[in-house]
């Protein structure tokens, strides 16, 4: 039977209406960074201008400082509204993704699974692969952090250090690390809790959040239901100082078939 004339795929037609939201990220962006920068200068001229009538004219300084409790609010509804765009683009980019994405992933050829799992993220992470393009060091294989008596290791660590800005004050290009974990055939919430818990006792040893962290496991076994529903609905909370990161807790099984399942299937991270 042929489609109607007018008639399309709802689902398609709403994922093409957020392309073209999406496509206006750049221009939202450069927005975002000229408002910002006029709100700042707003705040610091009715600051100025707060200080040098405070003891001569006070309508005027009360005036300057209702001005300047505006300006902030402003600015902090203005990096909300930042903050939502981000995400939107950022979901609609791993939307996009999944659509795009050959739904039987291969494992790529490689020693032993942990490289086979380098190899992969290298050759679907454009991040990833001008990181390791640049800099192979940013790789790194059976990584060891030692502290309290005891010693906490990843079988694989990625890591692209944040900009001296972000150091300092927590903004700008934060950067991004990638921890990975060799574990059991039939793993359990324990595992996983364990995962995230040691990645927590090394945060701040990483000169980068993390952004992804991977439980990753050879065979076929089936993963119990509740540790399915915990890789799922149970992010990771990281803390570095005064931040907390929301990262997503992967469960990735190389299968006997050469290829690999996903609980979650995470793309576009970084």
């Known amino acids: 039977m042929s489609q109607p004339r007018g008639v399309e795929d709802p689902i398609s037609a709403i994922f093409d209406l957020s392309d073209r939201v999406a496509q206006l990220a750049p221009t939202v962006r450069r927005m975002y960074r000229y408002t910002a920068t006029i709100l700042v200068l707003w705040i610091v001229l009715l600051a100025f201008v707060t200080l040098i009538t405070l003891g001569s004219n006070l309508t005027l300084a009360i005036l300057s400082v209702i001005g300047l409790i505006a300006g902030v609010i402003g600015l902090s509804l203005l990096r ?48 990833i692969e001008s990181l390791l393009k640049e800099h192979p060091e940013a790789l790194r294989y059976r990584t060891e ?70 439980l990753l496991r050879t065979g ?23 931040a907390r990161y929301r990262v997503t807790t992967e469960i990735v099984t190389e299968g006997p078939d050469g290829t690999y399942d996903f609980v979650p299937y995470v793309l576009g991270v970084p």
């Not at 993704?97 to 291969?106: F, G, I, S």
């Not at 890789?231 to 803390?239: H, K, M, N, Y």
């Open 80 to 127: 909300e509204t930042d903050g939502f765009f981000r995400s939107f683009v950022m979901r609609h980019r791993a939307i996009r993704l999944l659509r795009e994405a050959d739904p039987v992933v291969r494992v790529p050829a490689g020693r032993t699974p942990v490289e086979r799992l380098a190899r992969y993220m290298a050759q679907t992470s454009p991040a």
């Open 145 to 214: 952090f030692s502290g309290h008596g005891s010693s906490i290791a990843f079988e694989l660590l990625i890591e692209k250090p944040g900009g001296l800005l972000w150091r300092l004050a927590g903004r700008g290009d934060s950067g991004f690390a990638v921890l990975a974990r060799l574990g059991p055939e039939a793993p359990t919430t324990a595992d996983l809790a364990k995962l995230a818990a040691d990645a927590q006792s090394i945060v701040s040893r990483l000169s980068a959040p993390p952004v992804r962290l991977i």
């Open 220 to 242: 076929a076994v089936p993963i119990p239901e509740d540790v399915y529903e915990w890789a799922v609905g149970r992010p990771a909370f990281l803390s570095r100082g005064f």
